[in-house]
């Protein structure tokens, strides 16, 4: 049985940073894509950053130059390390392990990140 489990959220002032984390079990973590997701309330669930197998990235928009995704294979773990925080990314924080041939999307139960201006 998958299971992600993230961390690391918490109540941060304007202009700091936080760094998030997602342990995975019970798969083999490094063959497969990684993805940081966020939901605000009353808006639809977005990707933030997404990094393949092969460690390539991509960002959102709103969060290049912020935002970083990393990963440790040997650990089972996917980090988003967020920078320059503003209250706009305030949200909940699912980290997601991407569809592979018949394994479809997996998805944590999400770590509550709030920004105060």
């Known amino acids: 049985q998958v299971q992600l489990v993230e961390s690391g959220g918490g109540l941060v002032q304007a202009g700091g940073s936080l760094r998030l984390s997602c342990a995975a079990s019970?798969?083999?973590?490094?063959?497969?894509?990684m993805g940081w997701y966020r939901q605000a309330p009353g808006k639809q669930r977005e990707l933030v950053a997404h990094i393949t197998s092969g460690g390539n990235t991509n960002y959102a928009g709103s969060v290049k130059g912020r935002f970083t995704i990393s990963r440790d294979n040997a650990k089972n773990t996917v980090y988003l390390q967020m920078n320059s925080l503003k209250p706009e990314d305030t949200a909940v924080y699912y980290c997601m392990q991407r569809s592979r041939g018949v394994s479809p999307d997996y998805w944590g139960q999400g770590t509550q990140v709030t920004v105060s201006s």
């Open positions: 019970g798969t083999i973590f490094s063959i497969y894509a």
